[in-house]
Protein backbone atom coordinates (compact mmCIF):
# COMPACT_ATOMS: atom_id res chain seq x y z
CA UNK A 1 0.00 0.00 0.00
CA UNK A 2 1.04 3.52 -0.45
CA UNK A 3 2.06 5.87 2.39
CA UNK A 4 3.33 8.92 2.35
CA UNK A 5 5.82 10.18 5.05
CA UNK A 6 7.07 14.09 6.49
CA UNK A 7 9.01 15.15 8.90
CA UNK A 8 9.71 17.02 11.08
CA UNK A 9 6.16 17.03 12.99
CA UNK A 10 7.54 20.64 14.86
CA UNK A 11 9.85 22.78 14.20
CA UNK A 12 10.36 26.18 15.34
CA UNK A 13 13.27 28.42 13.77
CA UNK A 14 14.79 31.72 14.28
CA UNK A 15 14.67 34.31 11.77
CA UNK A 16 16.68 34.38 8.34
CA UNK A 17 17.98 30.66 9.06
CA UNK A 18 17.26 28.01 6.84
CA UNK A 19 14.67 25.86 6.35
CA UNK A 20 14.47 22.41 4.91
CA UNK A 21 11.34 19.85 4.93
CA UNK A 22 11.46 16.31 3.80
CA UNK A 23 8.47 14.16 2.23
CA UNK A 24 8.86 11.09 0.77
CA UNK A 25 6.53 8.51 -0.86
CA UNK A 26 6.42 4.65 -0.44
CA UNK A 27 4.53 2.20 -2.37
CA UNK A 28 3.82 3.96 -5.85
CA UNK A 29 6.12 4.92 -8.94
CA UNK A 30 6.03 8.39 -10.86
CA UNK A 31 3.38 10.17 -8.28
CA UNK A 32 2.38 13.99 -8.49
CA UNK A 33 4.15 15.34 -5.42
CA UNK A 34 2.41 18.48 -3.76
CA UNK A 35 3.88 21.35 -1.53
CA UNK A 36 0.99 23.19 0.51
CA UNK A 37 0.45 25.67 3.39
CA UNK A 38 -1.84 26.50 5.57
CA UNK A 39 -1.78 29.43 7.89
CA UNK A 40 -3.30 29.73 10.88
CA UNK A 41 -7.47 29.05 10.84
CA UNK A 42 -7.43 29.17 6.52
CA UNK A 43 -7.31 27.43 3.60
CA UNK A 44 -5.00 25.23 1.81
CA UNK A 45 -2.64 26.86 -0.17
CA UNK A 46 -0.67 25.59 -3.27
CA UNK A 47 3.10 26.21 -2.99
CA UNK A 48 5.04 24.21 -5.66
CA UNK A 49 3.82 21.06 -7.44
CA UNK A 50 6.08 18.23 -9.39
CA UNK A 51 5.27 15.85 -12.10
CA UNK A 52 8.54 13.99 -12.03
CA UNK A 53 12.36 14.21 -11.28
CA UNK A 54 13.83 17.93 -11.32
CA UNK A 55 10.43 19.33 -12.29
CA UNK A 56 8.95 21.70 -10.04
CA UNK A 57 6.60 24.18 -10.67
CA UNK A 58 5.62 27.62 -8.79
CA UNK A 59 2.02 28.51 -7.79
CA UNK A 60 2.95 31.82 -5.73
CA UNK A 61 5.85 33.88 -5.38
CA UNK A 62 7.63 33.43 -2.14
CA UNK A 63 10.62 33.03 -0.04
CA UNK A 64 10.57 29.29 -0.27
CA UNK A 65 12.00 26.66 -2.94
CA UNK A 66 11.48 23.09 -3.23
CA UNK A 67 13.47 20.59 -5.22
CA UNK A 68 12.84 16.29 -6.65
CA UNK A 69 16.09 14.74 -5.82
CA UNK A 70 14.51 11.47 -6.33
CA UNK A 71 11.06 9.88 -7.53
CA UNK A 72 9.88 9.42 -4.80
CA UNK A 73 11.49 12.21 -2.43
CA UNK A 74 10.02 16.32 -2.46
CA UNK A 75 11.98 18.50 -0.48
CA UNK A 76 11.03 22.27 0.71
CA UNK A 77 13.84 24.40 1.21
CA UNK A 78 14.38 28.08 2.10
CA UNK A 79 17.78 29.92 2.85
CA UNK A 80 16.47 32.61 4.97
CA UNK A 81 13.30 32.37 7.13
CA UNK A 82 10.99 34.91 7.71
CA UNK A 83 7.96 35.20 9.84
CA UNK A 84 5.31 35.43 7.56
CA UNK A 85 6.82 32.16 6.38
CA UNK A 86 5.16 30.32 9.70
CA UNK A 87 2.13 28.04 9.21
CA UNK A 88 1.41 24.48 8.68
CA UNK A 89 3.18 22.50 5.40
CA UNK A 90 1.59 19.95 3.77
CA UNK A 91 3.06 17.31 1.57
CA UNK A 92 0.97 15.51 -0.41
CA UNK A 93 0.90 12.72 -3.68
CA UNK A 94 -1.56 11.88 -6.17
CA UNK A 95 -1.51 9.82 -9.61
CA UNK A 96 0.31 10.67 -12.38
CA UNK A 97 -2.14 10.30 -15.37
CA UNK A 98 -6.34 10.41 -15.18
CA UNK A 99 -8.47 7.93 -17.56
CA UNK A 100 -9.97 5.69 -15.48
CA UNK A 101 -13.33 6.09 -14.69
CA UNK A 102 -14.29 5.93 -11.24
CA UNK A 103 -10.86 5.95 -9.78
CA UNK A 104 -10.69 8.31 -6.53
CA UNK A 105 -8.17 11.22 -7.80
CA UNK A 106 -7.51 12.92 -4.78
CA UNK A 107 -4.09 13.09 -2.78
CA UNK A 108 -3.24 11.49 0.08
CA UNK A 109 -1.71 13.85 2.50
CA UNK A 110 1.08 13.76 5.24
CA UNK A 111 0.87 14.18 8.13
CA UNK A 112 2.06 17.78 8.34
CA UNK A 113 5.16 19.99 9.89
CA UNK A 114 4.32 22.60 12.05
CA UNK A 115 6.67 25.27 11.43
CA UNK A 116 7.25 28.68 13.70
CA UNK A 117 9.38 31.25 12.87
CA UNK A 118 10.37 33.24 15.92
CA UNK B 1 -10.23 27.96 -14.09
CA UNK B 2 -11.27 26.75 -10.67
CA UNK B 3 -13.25 27.79 -7.75
CA UNK B 4 -14.35 26.63 -4.87
CA UNK B 5 -16.78 28.27 -2.01
CA UNK B 6 -17.70 27.28 1.03
CA UNK B 7 -20.29 30.09 2.86
CA UNK B 8 -20.16 28.94 6.13
CA UNK B 9 -17.14 29.18 8.32
CA UNK B 10 -18.67 28.01 11.13
CA UNK B 11 -21.41 24.97 11.97
CA UNK B 12 -23.03 23.65 15.27
CA UNK B 13 -24.76 20.49 15.45
CA UNK B 14 -26.37 18.13 18.07
CA UNK B 15 -24.93 14.88 18.60
CA UNK B 16 -27.05 12.10 16.28
CA UNK B 17 -28.59 14.75 14.72
CA UNK B 18 -27.47 15.20 10.74
CA UNK B 19 -26.10 18.07 9.09
CA UNK B 20 -25.25 19.29 5.63
CA UNK B 21 -21.99 21.57 4.69
CA UNK B 22 -22.78 23.74 1.51
CA UNK B 23 -19.98 23.79 -1.38
CA UNK B 24 -20.40 25.48 -4.67
CA UNK B 25 -17.85 25.00 -7.21
CA UNK B 26 -17.22 26.51 -10.57
CA UNK B 27 -14.79 25.36 -13.13
CA UNK B 28 -14.30 24.95 -16.95
CA UNK B 29 -13.61 21.46 -17.06
CA UNK B 30 -16.23 19.32 -18.59
CA UNK B 31 -14.82 16.30 -16.46
CA UNK B 32 -14.25 16.77 -12.84
CA UNK B 33 -13.93 15.19 -9.71
CA UNK B 34 -15.44 16.75 -6.16
CA UNK B 35 -13.85 15.77 -2.88
CA UNK B 36 -14.53 16.46 1.16
CA UNK B 37 -11.61 16.13 3.50
CA UNK B 38 -11.31 16.15 7.47
CA UNK B 39 -8.89 17.87 9.23
CA UNK B 40 -9.30 17.30 12.68
CA UNK B 41 -7.56 19.41 15.37
CA UNK B 42 -4.04 17.59 14.71
CA UNK B 43 -3.63 18.76 11.38
CA UNK B 44 -4.02 15.50 9.06
CA UNK B 45 -6.04 16.09 5.93
CA UNK B 46 -8.61 12.99 6.06
CA UNK B 47 -10.01 12.05 2.72
CA UNK B 48 -14.27 11.50 2.94
CA UNK B 49 -15.89 11.03 0.08
CA UNK B 50 -15.19 11.59 -3.88
CA UNK B 51 -17.74 12.39 -6.69
CA UNK B 52 -16.62 12.15 -10.39
CA UNK B 53 -18.74 14.38 -12.64
CA UNK B 54 -19.69 11.68 -14.31
CA UNK B 55 -21.25 9.99 -12.16
CA UNK B 56 -25.16 9.27 -12.19
CA UNK B 57 -25.78 8.58 -8.36
CA UNK B 58 -24.41 10.86 -5.67
CA UNK B 59 -21.58 9.04 -3.60
CA UNK B 60 -21.96 8.22 -0.56
CA UNK B 61 -19.38 6.38 2.51
CA UNK B 62 -20.88 5.17 5.67
CA UNK B 63 -22.45 8.51 7.49
CA UNK B 64 -21.23 10.28 4.61
CA UNK B 65 -23.22 11.14 1.37
CA UNK B 66 -22.44 13.78 -1.27
CA UNK B 67 -25.51 16.05 -2.37
CA UNK B 68 -24.28 16.69 -5.81
CA UNK B 69 -26.51 18.64 -7.97
CA UNK B 70 -24.58 19.25 -11.02
CA UNK B 71 -26.84 22.03 -12.77
CA UNK B 72 -26.52 24.06 -9.79
CA UNK B 73 -22.46 23.26 -9.36
CA UNK B 74 -22.82 22.49 -5.65
CA UNK B 75 -21.36 19.07 -4.10
CA UNK B 76 -22.77 19.66 -0.53
CA UNK B 77 -21.52 17.18 2.07
CA UNK B 78 -24.19 15.70 4.40
CA UNK B 79 -23.01 13.66 7.40
CA UNK B 80 -25.87 11.63 8.98
CA UNK B 81 -25.87 10.63 12.74
CA UNK B 82 -23.08 13.00 14.09
CA UNK B 83 -20.51 12.17 16.40
CA UNK B 84 -18.34 14.17 18.64
CA UNK B 85 -15.53 13.15 16.97
CA UNK B 86 -16.75 14.49 13.61
CA UNK B 87 -15.83 18.21 15.50
CA UNK B 88 -13.10 19.32 13.00
CA UNK B 89 -12.96 21.41 9.99
CA UNK B 90 -14.16 19.91 6.61
CA UNK B 91 -12.65 21.07 3.17
CA UNK B 92 -14.85 20.74 -0.01
CA UNK B 93 -12.16 20.61 -3.36
CA UNK B 94 -12.14 20.10 -7.05
CA UNK B 95 -9.74 18.73 -9.67
CA UNK B 96 -10.25 18.72 -13.29
CA UNK B 97 -9.97 15.14 -15.15
CA UNK B 98 -8.43 15.74 -18.12
CA UNK B 99 -6.77 12.54 -19.42
CA UNK B 100 -3.18 12.39 -19.10
CA UNK B 101 -2.99 15.76 -17.43
CA UNK B 102 -1.82 16.38 -14.26
CA UNK B 103 -4.57 18.90 -12.71
CA UNK B 104 -4.55 20.39 -9.28
CA UNK B 105 -6.47 19.73 -6.26
CA UNK B 106 -8.24 23.21 -5.52
CA UNK B 107 -9.76 23.64 -1.87
CA UNK B 108 -12.43 25.76 -0.40
CA UNK B 109 -11.93 28.04 2.71
CA UNK B 110 -13.56 25.15 5.09
CA UNK B 111 -16.13 25.26 7.10
CA UNK B 112 -15.71 24.31 11.24
CA UNK B 113 -18.40 22.14 12.20
CA UNK B 114 -18.50 21.62 16.23
CA UNK B 115 -20.86 18.95 17.73
CA UNK B 116 -22.48 19.47 20.83
CA UNK B 117 -23.87 16.58 23.50
Known amino acids: SQTIHQWPATLVQPVGSPLSLECTVE??????LYWYRQAAGRGLQLLFY??????ISSEVPQNLSASRPQDRQFILSSKKLLLSDSGFYLCAWSVLSIGQSGTNYGYTFGSGTRLTVV | AQKITQTQPGMFVQEKEAVTLDCTYDTSDPSYGLFWYKQPSSGEMIFLIYQGSYDQQNATEGRYSLNFQKARKSANLVISASQLGDSAMYFCAMRGLNTGTASKLTFGTGTRLQVTL
Open chain 1, 27 to 32: GTSNPN
Open chain 1, 50 to 55: SVGIGQ
